[in-house]
C-alpha cells in the first residue's frame, strides 16, 4: 500500500506540468497576430516582421465619389408682366318684350343668362329701355327682388345684379302692378346683361428652370429672388406656386429685392414649374432668379495604425508601406488628391489603377488617409498594406 501511494504522488507533478504547458501553448497562439496564427496552425513556416511578408493595413470599397464644382448654381428667369385686365362683355340680350297686368291676366318675362366664369365676373348689370311705362315694374333674380319702383324715364339707370345672387344659370323676370283702375303695362327695348370678366391669362405667368440631380443629392439651401416694379398702394396679393405648391402669398416690397426661401422639398431634380398669380394692379417683374446652395465635396478619409515594430522594420529599409487604388476601368480620367498625414499627392490618370509610396509619410501609431475627388470617381478599392 505504501509503495502504491508512492506511485501516485510521483506522477501528479509530471500531469500538472504537462497541462501548465498546454495551457501555455494554447493562450500563445490566441494571442498571436492572425496572418501568423493562421500560418502556424496549417503548417507553414512564416517569421513574424520578416522582409518579403505582407501585411494589410486597411482595406476599403469607397465606391462612387462625387465631384461637385462650385458650391452655388443660379438659374435665371426671363422677366414677367402682370397686369389686372377687366373687359366689359354682354353676357345676355333679349328682344322687345313687353309686360301687363290686367284684370283677369298678368303677363310676366322672364330671360335667362350664363356667367362661363362667374369667379372673375364682377359688376354685372341689366341695361334697358322702356318706351312705355304705366305702374311700378318689380324685377327679380334668380327669385329675389332687386327692383321695385315706378320708371320715370325711358333711359332708367342699369340695375344692379348682387354678386351673391348670381349662379352659373340666371334668370330675370319682368312684372308690373298698379293701383285697380291703373293702366299696368310696360314695354321693353335694348335689354342687355352686362358684366366685367378679369382676364386671368393676364394675371399668371409660368415658366420652367431644370435642377440637376447633383444640386439635389448635396442641396444645403435654396432661394427664390426678383425684384418688382409696381405701386405699392395699388397691388394685390402676388402668389407663387412651385411644382404645385404655394410658397408664398402677400404682397411683396415694390422697387425692392424680395427673396423667397426654399427648401428640399420644393424642388425635384429636372423641369421645375414656377407659377406667379395676382389679384389685382400690375407688375413688372425683374432679376427672377432661382439659386441653390450646394455643401462642400465630402471627401473618403479612414485610418490605419503602425505599431512600433512596424515602424521600426520600414526605418531601417525592411519594409515599406503602400497605398493602392483600383478604379473602374471605365476609361474616363480620374483626378483626385489624396492626403496622407497631411501630406498631399494629385491622381490624374485614365488608368484603372494608382499606387503610392507612403514609406517616409507614415507615423507611428495612428495615420489616416482622404481621398478628395476632382472628378467624379467609381472606386472599388483602397488598400494600404506594408511589404
Known amino acids: 500500500m505504501v509503495r502504491r501511494s508512492g506511485r501516485i504522488q510521483t506522477g501528479s507533478p509530471a500531469s500538472a506540468l504537462i497541462g501548465i504547458m498546454t495551457l501555455l501553448f494554447i493562450f500563445y497562439i490566441l494571442f498571436l497576430p492572425p496572418a501568423e496564427r493562421r500560418a502556424l496552425l496549417e503548417g507553414d513556416n512564416v ?18 465619389l462625387a465631384f461637385v464644382p462650385r458650391t452655388q448654381f443660379d438659374h435665371p428667369l426671363p422677366n414677367i408682366y402682370l397686369i389686372e385686365t377687366r373687359n366689359a362683355v354682354v353676357l345676355g340680350k333679349e328682344n322687345p ?17 350664363s356667367i362661363p366664369q362667374i369667379e372673375n365676373t364682377e359688376n354685372v348689370l341689366l341695361s334697358f329701355q322702356t318706351p312705355v311705362r304705366k305702374g311700378e ?40 302692378t298698379g293701383g285697380f283702375f291703373e293702366g299696368k303695362r310696360y314695354s321693353f327695348t335694348d335689354v342687355k346683361v352686362i358684366g366685367d370678366i378679369t382676364d386671368i391669362e393676364k394675371q399668371k405667368s409660368t415658366n420652367t428652370f431644370s435642377i440637376s440631380q447633383l444640386e439635389i443629392d448635396n442641396f444645403e439651401a435654396g432661394y427664390l429672388d426678383f425684384y418688382p416694379i409696381c405701386e405699392q398702394a395699388s397691388v394685390g396679393v402676388l402668389n407663387i406656386e412651385l411644382n404645385g405648391k404655394v410658397i408664398s402669398s402677400s404682397v411683396p416690397a415694390c422697387e425692392s429685392l424680395n427673396r423667397q426661401e426654399l427648401y428640399a422639398e420644393d424642388l425635384r431634380q429636372g ?6 398669380r395676382i389679384t389685382k394692379g400690375s407688375y413688372r417683374i425683374e432679376q427672377v432668379r432661382v439659386r441653390t446652395n450646394i455643401k462642400p465635396v465630402k471627401a473618403f478619409v479612414d485610418f490605419f495604425d503602425i505599431k ?15 497605398l493602392d487604388l483600383e478604379f473602374v476601368d471605365d476609361g474616363r480620367v480620374k483626378r483626385a488628391e489624396t492626403n496622407v498625414n497631411g501630406k498631399l499627392d494629385v491622381i490624374d490618370q485614365r ?5 503610392r509610396d507612403l514609406s517616409k509619410i507614415i507615423r507611428e501609431g495612428n495615420n489616416y488617409v482622404e481621398i478628395r475627388p476632382l472628378t467624379e470617381l467609381d472606386i472599388v478599392k483602397l488598400e494600404v498594406r506594408a511589404e
Open 47 to 64: 517569421t513574424p516582421g520578416a522582409p518579403g511578408a505582407e501585411e494589410v493595413l486597411l482595406t476599403a470599397a469607397p465606391g462612387r
Open 97 to 113: 318684350f313687353a309686360v301687363k297686368k290686367g284684370w283677369f291676366s298678368d303677363e310676366r318675362k322672364s330671360i335667362v343668362f
Open 137 to 176: 315694374l318689380h324685377i327679380t333674380l334668380n327669385g329675389m327682388p332687386i327692383f321695385e319702383a315706378r320708371v320715370a324715364t325711358q333711359n332708367p339707370a342699369p340695375v344692379d345684379l348682387p354678386k351673391t345672387l348670381l349662379r352659373e344659370t340666371n334668370t330675370i323676370e319682368f312684372s308690373v
Open 271 to 276: 423641369k421645375n414649374t414656377l407659377i406667379l
Open 308 to 322: 512600433s515594430s512596424l515602424y521600426n522594420a520600414v526605418l531601417d529599409g525592411k519594409k515599406r508601406i503602400v
Open 351 to 355: 488608368q484603372p489603377s494608382f499606387t
